[in-house]
């Protein structure tokens, strides 16, 4: 692979950003990774893991000659990081991100960038409940959607270098309006994390059930949950802040869906349970299909503790 751009800085080190700096390095994208992290404990595990050929305490420093800056920090933390880096951008330099939820973040961060930077936002629709700079791998954005949300005055050179750019870390580039993907996430992606921590939670509160018991008798369903709840509290808690119409839309078809089954169980419609099941298994084939998960057990995950 030709190297894309002389310097890339990645502004915040977690999961996204180390598996970045892992996926460029192996695909040989950009001559000088450039890295930033708030934490002084993060920029320390960063340079251990070599994940970047300079470390910087500013998000500034970082972005200094950068041709292309990714921005790898929670969605609410967006807008400030773009109006300190808003002065040392260099002209033709790509800005993008890597946000759950699009129309907040160009809100937040669009006034900041100056005439001649590119700002196309982006989400990369990969990740685990994992973070922290030693969390990355180069792998999780393979054959793993990315979808690029360009405002309708972005450089269609730009966007191509970017979505060039996707394709070569292994994702599969969509575009569309940042308006529609927070419509879409909010029901592919925020609104099962909510069930995911809401369902967690009620099983703790719960008092005629320890929680050693729900910790002893955890069934799959119930252990899926707690792995999405395991995910960085801090992204979900601006994602849901930021994306809150969306995810109210969809929060409201959930319950009028869920008072529907909660209808059927309480008079034995095993028809309607059955349908309702059906229907719900037929998706799950079509992802497989899609190639978007594995049919394997246990999801793919190995099936005996890794000692």
Known sequence: ??????????????????????????ERLAHHIAGHARSAATLEKAGELGLADSLHSTAAGAVTNADLVILCVPV????????????????GAIVTDVGSVKAAVIRDVAPHMPPGVHFIPGHP???????????????LFQNRWCILTPLPDSDPLAVRTLEDFWRACGSNVEMMSAEHHDLVLAITSH????????????AADLEKVTNSEVIKYSAGGFR???????SD????????????????????RFSEDLSALQRAIRWGDGD??????????????SIIAAGQETPLPNFGRNQKPEG
């Open 191 to 202: 609104l099962p994390h909510l069930i995911a921590y809401n369902t967690v939670a009620t």
């Open 125 to 139: 629709i990969a990740g685990t409940e994992q973070s922290g700079p030693a969390s990355g791998f180069a792998e």
């Open 224 to 230: 899926d949950f707690t792995r999405i709840a395991a």
């Open 1 to 26: 692979m030709t190297v894309m751009f002389e310097r890339v800085a990645l502004i915040g080190l977690g999961l996204i950003g180390s598996s970045l700096s892992h996926v460029m390095r192996r």
């Open 233 to 252: 509290p801090v992204m979900w808690r601006d994602v849901f802040l930021n994306n809150r119409d969306a995810v109210l839309e969809m929060l409201g």
């Open 272 to 285: 309607s349970l059955y349908a309702l099941f059906d229907r719900a298994r037929s998706i799950r084939k």
């Open 76 to 91: 609410g933390a967006l807008g400030a990081v773009a109006q300190e880096i808003g002065a040392m951008l260099k002209p």
